[in-house]
Antibody, heavy 126, light 111 residues
């Protein structure tokens, strides 16, 4: 069974650093892109960026480039999302998700999100 | 730039059917999409993937009441025999090399 299990809720002050995690199990962690998705209170889903744990190739959405760092440790099947200096506006629920793969004619392609983590609530308040 | 457009809200009565629409922007009408459901106070859940030719696949345990179809740049999710726990936000999602894109979501109210 594929599972993405995220770390627990965090309460931080502005200016503090934070690293949250997403541990994958039940599949080959290194061969699927994993992404992070932000959901601010009462708002929709926003893609922050994705990482391929096999080689740590990372792509950021323009709005989040330079604002966060996405990384992965394939030895423990875990992806991370980190901030060096949190702002109140970072208060949100953060989800990790797996991008599926389909294979056709001997080639394989990334496709839709097929599994989600349970979410990590980050609250930044003085 | 890849953009998905959804109506902000929809409503239908218990036991009825409803069709939600997701529209791909110009130049991207051949893209596949996925539908995700987010019930109140819960995380998103993958429902179904839909290709431009109408071929599709479902997530684990998704009932047959959920179906999808395509027409041009529009992708549809139809929910039949509406139940109270179908009341949720529904997001369409697509992808390209290195990027994920979400629609703004449709809030479905079951009357």
């Amino acid at each position: 069974e594929v599972q993405l299990v995220q770390s627990g809720a965090e309460v931080k002050k502005p200016g503090e650093s934070l690293k949250i995690s997403c541990k994958g199990s039940g599949y080959s962690f290194t061969t699927y892109w994993i992404g992070w998705v932000r959901q601010m209170p009462g708002k929709g889903l926003e893609s922050m960026g994705i990482i391929y744990p096999g080689d740590s190739d990372t792509r950021y959405s323009p709005s989040f480039q330079g604002q966060v760092t996405i990384s992965a440790d394939k030895s423990i099947s875990t992806a991370y999302l980190q901030w060096s200096s949190l702002k109140a506006s970072d208060t949100a629920m953060y989800y990790c998700a797996r991008q599926s793969v389909y294979c056709s004619g001997g080639s394989c392609y990334s496709a839709h999100i097929d599994y989600w983590g349970q979410g990590t609530l980050v609250t930044v308040s003085s | 730039q890849l953009v998905l457009t959804q109506s902000p809200s929809a409503s239908a009565s218990l036991g009825a059917s409803v069709r939600l629409t997701c529209t791909l922007n110009s130049g991207h009408s051949s893209y596949a999409i996925a539908w995700h459901q987010q019930q109140p106070e819960k995380g998103p859940r993958y429902l179904m993937k839909l290709n431009s030719d109408g071929s599709h696949s479902k997530g684990d345990g998704i009932p047959d009441r959920f179906s999808v179809s395509s027409s041009g740049a529009e992708r549809y999710l139809t929910i039949s025999s509406l139940q109270s726990d179908d009341e949720a936000d529904y997001y369409c999602q697509t992808w390209d090399t290195g990027i994920w894109v979400f629609g703004g979501g449709t809030k479905l109210t079951v009357l």
